[in-house]
């Protein structure tokens, strides 16, 4: 009973959602007695806990008297959390006599900001602190006007707590349809906008993601940025996006990860002093005028437009410190060395049917998966998305999908394998039958950026997408690559456009040459206007698994180079594999009429899951 009410204690303040605290049944034997190693899931009045140092686990209800959440139906599909009414009722105004407003006045916010905002004050213990502390609350309204959400902060010492599970930005429900937005890290500093009069502010409900590779958002964080796609309807009606992330590496990052989701051509960025971080210490620091300059110089991102040189000399200074780097491995060496994938980036992908161009780009595509974290849109015309599935999980696990002389996948790794494609990949399907714009594909990757967070997509073939009658194809293909480009660089993903060539004309000795970027039906843009064009070619299908990479176009050195390299391809499990030296596979050598020894593939490895 003891420890049960030990995790009442632990769990009381912290709402709704997943969060770590010190253990009851082993802090007080060790040293680091403050590491939080107690894991807590809380949901329905339920906590389960796990602790990862002393392996302690279990389940404890909420007793009804101190149950702090419940939950209102808001839609018929979409339950969210709301904070219990004697929670809120023990929230204050503002005012002098607690103490919260000498402590707003000396960050520059008054008390017709804070109210107008909803900011309270309250008593609320402050674990990172060990005592009860004077501290603000930022109350998260939906549009019906009940707190879902509030991020308690201390002062003067700063230390956070929360009620409830924010599912929207703070502020809201108090946007202007059709007004210019800022988004910024935190509550003081959208205080601080508001201040100045920029009264269309919302900030992000948990600071910016600390989890940073290279300079980005990890990939693996995505699940806690569910805020953006509940606010869908209030950005996309916006013009213009104002990101103003804190100035460190957090929240640069952060920054880049909110521009690719709504639109790098509608945001733009603001440029601090080299003395300050964030809005409320030019607030502070240099006062309303010098805030107000900074909103109202903000910079364009750079996606299309003229630029003043100095705009990208930070990244010039990077480039020669660090140098330019490449893209993301496909997985294979030899690949690399030829192909790699860059965000922002066109590939166009050509091969004669059945050559496995698809295949190719859907390995490529798990092969990121593993190893990034990257999220993926399929929109693949010639492949239902049942069987698509089944040929992703056949190539995740490594075994057939359907039966053969070969074991399939079991039961237990079709689960496995249904869980990775869920998590990982969205399909554009058009169920009606019906022909797709290219304009109803780009919306919809549009909305797959914005709220699964996709880094990359597949169109396999362009020739299914609907064509605009009034214009020639060449124009028509080449307005369509150069809008492809634009999407690409503005969402900061990579797009593999799978295009068919002309029927070509054999050679002498009956083979068919590899198909280039001239060689594609409808026009020469799809070689002018791609990034990176590459063919996958399988010169003698019927009797050698071996297929040729070849790259025929590469826009920049350091993504790639001209060539080609060979590879092969599993048929049974659809598997590409780097070509080893412990094959046995049959290649007709036609000018001998004989067969060149290959060798057989190596056994595939289990995968780890």
Known sequence: MEIKHSIRNVALNLGDGQHKATCPFCSHHRKKRDQKTLSLKIHDGVIMYYCWHCGEDGGVKFNDENKFFMKKKIHEEEK????????AEKWSEVDEYNGSMQYLSSRGISKETADKAGVKFTNHYIGSVKKEMPCLV?????????????????FPDKGFSSFGKAEKFYNADKLEKDEDIIICEGEMDCLSFMEVGYTNCISIPHGAVMKVVDG???????????????????????????????????????EEELARRVGKDKCFKIVYPDDCKDANEILVKHGK?????????????????????????EQVDEIYENGVGSGVSTGYVDVDKLYTVVEGQLTVVTGHPSSGKSEF?????????????????????????????????????????????????????????KKFVSENFCFLYQADGSLSTLDSILERLKTAVLRFGIRG???????????????????????????LRVFAQAHGIHIWFVAHPTKMVKKEDGTVPPPKGYDIAGSASFFSKSDVGLTVHRPNASSSNVSQIFVWKCRFSWVGSIGDCEIEYDKITSRYVAVTSASKMLEPDNKNKKYRNYYEPKEYKDIDF
């Open 457 to 483: 997509c597949v169109i396999d073939p362009y020739n299914y997408i609907e064509k605009d009658i009034k214009t020639s194809e060449t124009d028509w293909i080449s307005d369509m690559l150069t809008k």
């Open 80 to 87: 969210v959390v709301s904070i219990n009414k004697n929670v």
């Open 138 to 154: 930022f109350p998260y309204e939906n549009n019906n006007g009940i707190y879902n959400f509030a991020k308690i902060r201390s």
């Open 361 to 417: 780009v859907d390995q490529i595509m798990i092969n990121i998966t593993k190893e990034k974290g990257w999220k993926f849109g399929i929109c693949s015309f010639e492949n239902e998305p049942r069987i698509h599935i089944a040929k992703l999980i056949s190539k995740y696990v490594g075994k057939p999908f359907f039966d053969g002389l070969t074991p399939r996948i079991t039961t237990d790794e079709l689960e496995k394998g």
């Open 216 to 254: 980005k958002i990890d990939p693996r964080e995505d699940s806690k940025f569910k805020f953006i796609w509940n606010s869908k309807e209030q950005l996309d009606n916006c013009k213009k996006i104002i990101i103003a992330m804190d100035n460190d590496q957090a929240g640069q990052a952060m």
């Open 289 to 313: 005028e010098k805030l107000t300059d900074i909103v109202a110089n903000s910079i364009p991102y750079p996606v299309s437009g003229l630029y003043d040189a100095n705009h990208f000399y």
